[in-house]
């Protein structure tokens, strides 16, 4: 027994240390192997038992158990966790990771790096797999941070293009970061140092937000056109239009109510598959950013009229899908409005007839539905899930009901941030409003607002009103103290994360294509996915 237990015992510690020099105060120094045709023999041995399925936990164990006298805690009292080891256990890794946490906002590179074997290697254990997803994240959110040069730009235009380059991949990894630390903390209790990690990123990325949205506004603001001082893409109104009117193939329309620019971009890295070529394209939503002022702004129509805090398209109010269908009828003979939920419920055959129609516009609502509920694991979830029913939903129409053409956009985007609002910091309105939420207000009144910016309607949207009414939003990220509201999750306002929305455009590739094997991701303009 105890011949077994030294042979583990050597095997496990010249398989961590075989890339180190042995200091005089190692207890295991007496197990060091140098013969490096006996390290090869070792490293082949691993590598022959963790690939090997039958043999792979049991081989863990081994070490675990009969090796158990070596102990990685005090490899890294020893070495330190910056130490070249060789062969990792997950008692190595948990302070190895730790440790590289402490260096992540300087050195956010290289944890990335150094991170990515670690999570390969155990991909199926919770505790390393859950803090380190997480911790890579974050240093994937303090990489492109660190990128980012300039919060003051010049034009409107510059931070659209700045938003859509290099902010909306911020927004994606704090949100993955922000996703994986739940799943990491349901399935473990956390260490301190995850929390407090969590606890300076959510502060980072709010005051970032805050800071580039300020200025963003500001530059809005000094332009003293609105919207009318961008080009660099174009309007929500002009939409159908520009995307959908000449079309003249059979067309689905995929609304997904709060589907931001960053996660299209995410789905479109995930429609980079063989027979699907995808491209990713932006708009200007219009304000306030609330669905019932941007969905329909989506649909054909000669006119949009504010009236009693409803928009009228085409002089009558169209909150069902009945009357959306009625309405698309008058610009685009036979086409329908249908709801998600519904194609999914009804059977092939049903669907095979209903996308017969030369035009279909499917209403999509997951991501919105979850981010009223004000829970921050529920809502990244819904992130996710709104992406993989959407990329299933296209996959679905390309291969079984012949949909060549599709096209997924969104009425607005949002702003999310993991952090508690307390109510001092809610943005208090003095003068009367004809409406108010979290995020924007309606007034009859041009005065200045301390803390506000503030357009005629007619400058932020394609909605006409018989009166004179302005659109007053909060300076930055802020909230606007307002009835039944929630705070983490919010849009109706200016941010670049509400106003610059995705516009998916998907095609389908013949079999016969001979580039049909190659998938293609396209982001406009100029995003790598």
Not at 76 to 102: K, N, R, T, V
Request: aromatic share 10%.
């Amino acid at each position: 027994s105890n011949r077994v237990d030294h042979i583990v015992e050597s095997l496990k510690y010249n398989a961590i240390t075989q890339q180190i020099t042995v200091v005089p105060s190692d207890p295991y120094g007496k197990y060091k192997i140098v013969n490096s045709l006996v390290l090869q023999r070792i490293n082949s041995l691993i590598t022959t038992a963790l690939d090997s399925s039958r043999f792979h936990d049991g081989f863990l164990q081994l070490l675990n158990v009969v090796g158990g006298n070596v102990r990685e805690s005090k490899l890294i009292e020893l070495y330190g966790a910056d130490a070249q080891f060789h062969y990792l256990s997950a008692d190595l890794c948990l302070p190895i990771i730790e440790s590289m946490a402490g260096q992540i906002k300087e050195y956010a590179d290289s944890v990335r790096q150094r991170l990515i074997p670690i999570l390969s290697q155990f991909k199926d254990h919770k505790q390393v797999a859950g803090i380190g997803k997480f911790v890579h994240e974050v240093a994937n959110y303090y990489a492109l941070s660190n990128a980012f040069r300039a919060i003051s730009l010049h034009t409107p235009d510059m931070y659209i293009d700045t938003y859509i380059n290099s902010v909306a991949p911020m927004d994606m990894a704090y949100r993955h970061a922000v996703g994986y630390f739940y799943t990491a903390k349901f399935e473990n209790e956390l260490p301190t140092y995850v929390e407090n990690l969590k606890q300076h990123l959510d502060k980072d990325y709010a005051d970032f937000t805050n800071e580039l949205n300020i200025a963003w506004m500001d530059c809005v603001r000094q332009t003293s056109a609105g919207f009318g001082s961008i080009s660099i893409i174009g309007r929500q109104a002009e939409f159908y239009q520009k995307m959908v009117k000449n079309c003249d193939t059979k067309q689905v329309v995929i609304v997904s109510d709060a589907f931001r620019y960053e996660l299209a971009a995410e789905l479109v890295n995930n429609l980079a598959a063989k027979k699907h070529i995808a491209t990713l394209e932006a708009m200007l939503a219009s304000m306030p950013t609330e669905t019932k002022y941007t969905k329909l702004t989506l649909f054909p129509h000669a006119a949009l009229k504010l009236d009693n805090l409803e928009m009228l398209v085409d002089g009558a109010a169209r909150p069902s899908l009945d009357s959306r269908t009625q309405l698309l009828n008058q610009y685009k003979s036979n086409a329908v409005c249908v709801d998600y939920a519904t194609i999914m419920q009804q059977n092939q055959q049903t669907n095979r007839e209903l996308f017969k129609h030369p035009l279909v516009y499917i209403m999509h609502n997951t991501v919105d539905d979850a981010g009223h509920s004000n829970s921050a694991i529920e809502f990244t979830n819904a992130c996710n899930k709104a992406i993989d029913e959407l990329r299933t939903l296209i996959l679905r129409l390309h291969d079984y009901y012949n949909v060549v053409n599709i096209i997924v956009t969104s009425d607005h985007g949002f702003l999310f941030q993991d952090l508690p609002i307390e109510d001092y910091s809610k943005h208090q309105i003095a003068e009367d409003t004809m409406e108010r939420k979290t995020r924007y207000y309606l007034s009859a009144s041009p005065a200045f607002a301390h803390g506000i910016a503030k357009f005629p309607l007619h400058a932020v949207s394609p909605m006409r009103s018989e009166q004179n009414i302005y659109v007053g939003v909060p300076c930055g990220t802020n909230r606007l103290a307002a009835p039944g509201g929630g705070y983490q999750f919010a849009h109706g306002g200016m941010a670049l994360e509400e106003v610059v929305v995705p516009v998916v455009i998907c095609r389908y590739q013949r079999k016969n294509d001979a580039k049909s094997k190659v998938g293609v991701a396209l982001v406009s303009p100029n995003l790598s996915v």
